[in-house]
């Protein structure tokens, strides 16, 4: 095709990007851009399923954005509660059970499945509690689970969420249980395959993946493209690469920003969009990544003449 026609043909057609709910993951990658795969990256325990529930939140339950998620380590039931997590908080320390009062407005049913949450490590907010989940009963999004899943298997998924629910975002999680048992010459046309469905199918696709052990041993522990499961392919063939990293994991308390506690920071590593970088975010007490807030210093006072002649020596 002539280069005038693709450049007509595309334009700047916003319904191609989604965003993610994070500006400052937006303000870098552009937003997930429909038709691309995107590889979320870490070391166990930097928070991966907790960082993939916080976009769903954002883009599926508060954006209602269709968006369709294989889960491979999670049931439907564990993933659904982290999604409640990520809206009302999962005590990250052991706390002593609260005995539950039942209030004479409240049925049984409900005095129940708030107890069930505070014996899992939820907090308990009543206020909220019926609005959110009348939310998550609305919300478009659809969650399924297998321990395990051959790439062909998740293709065919993808291909049925998108015609019965015409999903336009699909998470993936994860890539170690996918290629669990397959030999490295496959691994590359199962990835091509997961790329060319993507553009087939116009989803966007949000792909996490675990990081060899050599992180461990390296200064500062922080990750490279190196360290990704499937190397090469999954490099190359991803149109950008996110590695989640929280100093305070390696017992790093403090860095040039400041505190590391509840921090963590986003390194995009490849960026087929945009720019390469690090974003700080936080890793709240809900189990959510959220945007750092600015803190403004404030600025002295400009004084006129008058207030400058009147000031009393």
């Not at 928070?47 to 339950?61: C, D, E, M, P, Q």
């Not at 999670?74 to 009302?88: I, P, T, Y």
């Not at 200064?219 to 149109?239: A, Q, W």
């Amino acid at each position: 095709m002539k280069l005038n026609k693709i450049i007509m043909q595309s334009g700047e057609d916003k319904s191609q990007v989604i965003p993610t709910g994070i500006p400052s993951l937006d303000r870098m990658l552009g937003g997930l851009h429909v038709g691309h795969v995107i590889t979320i990256g870490a070391r166990p325990a930097m928070g991966k399923t907790a960082f993939v529930a916080s976009l769903i939140r954002n883009i599926g339950i508060m954006g209602k954005v269709p968006t369709g998620v294989l889960s491979l380590e999670h049931k439907e039931l564990e993933m659904a509660r982290r999604l409640w997590a990520a809206e009302f908080g999962w005590r990250k320390t052991p706390k002593p059970r609260q005995q539950l009062i039942i209030d004479s407005k409240m049925c049984q049913e409900q005095a129940n499945a708030i107890s069930l949450l505070q014996n899992i490590g939820f907090e308990n907010p009543i206020e909220k509690k019926n609005e959110y989940k009348r939310m998550m009963t609305e919300a478009p999004v659809w969650i399924e689970h297998s321990f395990i899943m051959t790439m062909d298997e998740v293709v065919s998924r993808m291909e049925r969420l998108k015609k019965t629910n015409n999903v336009r975002v699909i998470v993936i999680d994860s890539l170690d249980l996918i290629y669990s048992g397959v030999k490295n010459a496959e691994q590359e046309q199962a990835m091509k395959n997961l790329v060319l469905a993507a553009e087939r199918l116009q989803v966007a696709v949000l792909l996490t993946s675990g990081l060899n052990r050599e992180v461990e041993y390296r200064v500062g522990n922080i990750p490279t493209l190196s360290n990704l499961r499937g190397g090469y392919s999954t490099e190359t063939l991803t149109s950008a690469v996110v590695f989640i990293y929280r100093p305070e994991y390696y017992g790093i308390l403090e860095d040039e920003c400041g505190s590391t506690v509840d921090k963590a920071q986003l390194y995009v590593a490849k960026n087929g969009f945009g720019d390469t970088g690090h974003i700080r975010l936080d890793f709240t007490e809900r189990s959510r990544f959220e945007d750092t807030p600015i803190v403004i210093p404030e600025q002295p006072l400009l004084m006129n003449d008058e207030d400058y002649y009147n000031i009393p020596f």
